[in-house]
């Protein structure tokens, strides 16, 4: 179950519980989008919640009743920065989810990614759990980030046990707080690289593991390897032994495309091999975080392509 124990986290489910009753909603964009859309406001100071815990914009004070900006001052949900104050934490919609995550912009190296990638994902995980006949008795989320994939999951398959892992103990905080707000009480949180610290076979295997090339190796950006692909090549290699009998392995990840070439395609290809599993892999979007292309690194990079790969172990 998770566990939601500090105070911080505590006020965070609070805050989150006001939005869901203030029927907030916001859909974040890519990290470009959003510094093009708040640019137009001139630095203006925000006045409603979505300009605050949606656009990372600064706001004064005079927005919260004393109670409550009381308890965000407090537990470091708002602090001031600048000589304004702004959220430490955004929120985001996934259909009737709400989930915290980092504000923007994510430039620590334990922000906690949420973005157009993540409804992506969910949209695979989505047609993965339609089209699968085969009960999920266990299931987990490698690299859970706000723990998306794991809450999906969990509400459609209440009597599944979903763990959400990852070695980021912030990301660990938000899924709890997540899981909470959500109702999800399947949903169990460990600290874990990748599938080190957990036991046993999973019905289902989720993972949207970061994928870029990052100069700074931020952990929820960096990949590893040549061009971001060491992290998604590891997953699928541990996680193939981990999988149930008509267990699936859903991958979604990003690929760094040189001279028309799909090496990570190349590579896990040689690990399917086995008539043990079945697999099918798809582009799901040829072109996304173009401006990628202009950092060190991606030279001689045509296109990074949004991929999904599935793996069902058959027998």
Same mark, same amino acid.
């Given at each position: 179950m998770s566990s939601v124990q500090s105070r911080a986290d505590r006020a965070l489910l609070h805050l989150g519980r006001r939005l869901q009753a203030d029927d907030y909603r916001f859909i974040t964009p890519t990290p470009l989008t959003h510094q093009r859309v708040i640019a137009r406001f001139d630095n203006a100071p925000a006045s409603d919640m979505r300009g605050i815990f949606g656009w990372s914009r600064p706001f004064d004070a005079q927005v919260f009743e004393t109670a409550e900006w009381r308890e965000l001052q407090e537990t470091g949900i708002v602090v001031k920065a600048h000589g304004r104050w702004c959220s430490t934490v955004r929120w985001s919609s996934l259909g009737p989810l709400l989930l915290a995550h980092s504000a923007f912009p994510t430039e620590d190296a334990d922000s906690v990614f949420f973005?157009?990638?993540? %409804?992506?994902?969910?949209?695979?995980?989505?047609? !993965?759990?339609?089209?699968?006949? &085969?009960?999920?008795?266990?299931?987990?989320?490698? *690299? !859970? *980030?706000?723990?998306? *994939?794991?809450?999906?999951?969990?509400?459609?398959?209440? +009597? =599944?046990?979903?763990? &959400?892992?990852?070695?980021?103990?912030? #990301?660990?905080?938000?899924?709890?707080? $997540?899981?909470?707000?959500?109702?999800? @009480? $399947?949903?169990?949180?460990?600290?874990? +690289?990748?599938?080190?610290?957990?036991?046993? !076979?999973?019905?289902?295997?989720? #993972? $949207?593991?970061?994928?870029?090339?990052?100069?700074?190796?931020? =952990?929820?950006?960096? *990949?590893?390897?040549?061009?971001?692909?060491?992290?998604?090549?590891?997953?699928?290699?541990?996680?193939?032994?981990?999988? =149930?009998?008509?267990?699936?392995?859903?991958? %979604?990840?990003?690929?760094?495309?040189?001279?028309?070439?799909?090496?990570?395609?190349?590579?896990?290809?040689?690990?399917?091999?086995?008539?043990?599993?079945?697999?099918? %892999?798809?582009?799901?979007? @040829?072109?996304?975080?173009?401006?990628?292309?202009?950092?060190?690194?991606y030279e001689r990079v045509e296109r990074i392509a949004a991929v999904a790969l599935t793996v069902t172990r058959l027998s």
């Amino acid at each position: 179950m998770s566990s939601v124990q500090s105070r911080a986290d505590r006020a965070l489910l609070h805050l989150g519980r006001r939005l869901q009753a203030d029927d907030y909603r916001f859909i974040t964009p890519t990290p470009l989008t959003h510094q093009r859309v708040i640019a137009r406001f001139d630095n203006a100071p925000a006045s409603d919640m979505r300009g605050i815990f949606g656009w990372s914009r600064p706001f004064d004070a005079q927005v919260f009743e004393t109670a409550e900006w009381r308890e965000l001052q407090e537990t470091g949900i708002v602090v001031k920065a600048h000589g304004r104050w702004c959220s430490t934490v955004r929120w985001s919609s996934l259909g009737p989810l709400l989930l915290a995550h980092s504000a923007f912009p994510t430039e620590d190296a334990d922000s906690v990614f949420f973005g157009p990638d993540t %409804y992506r994902f969910a949209g695979v995980i989505d047609d !993965c759990l339609r089209e699968r006949f &085969a009960p999920i008795h266990r299931a987990v989320d490698i *690299g !859970c *980030g706000s723990g998306a *994939g794991a809450l999906l999951v969990a509400r459609a398959r209440h +009597d =599944a046990e979903v763990l &959400a892992v990852d070695i980021n103990p912030r #990301a660990l905080r938000l899924s709890a707080v $997540n899981a909470e707000l959500a109702e999800t @009480p $399947n949903v169990s949180v460990y600290h874990s +690289d990748v599938l080190d610290s957990v036991d046993g !076979c999973f019905d289902l295997i989720l #993972a $949207n593991p970061p994928y870029m090339k990052d100069g700074q190796q931020r =952990a929820y950006r960096h *990949g590893g390897g040549e061009l971001g692909e060491a992290l998604s090549l590891r997953i699928l290699r541990e996680a193939l032994p981990r999988l =149930a009998r008509d267990g699936t392995l859903l991958l %979604y990840t990003g690929v760094a495309m040189v001279d028309g070439r799909d090496a990570f395609l190349e590579a896990a290809r040689a690990m399917l091999t086995s008539d043990a599993f079945g697999w099918t %892999y798809r582009e799901l979007d @040829p072109d996304v975080f173009g401006e990628e292309l202009e950092k060190p690194g991606y030279e001689r990079v045509e296109r990074i392509a949004a991929v999904a790969l599935t793996v069902t172990r058959l027998s």
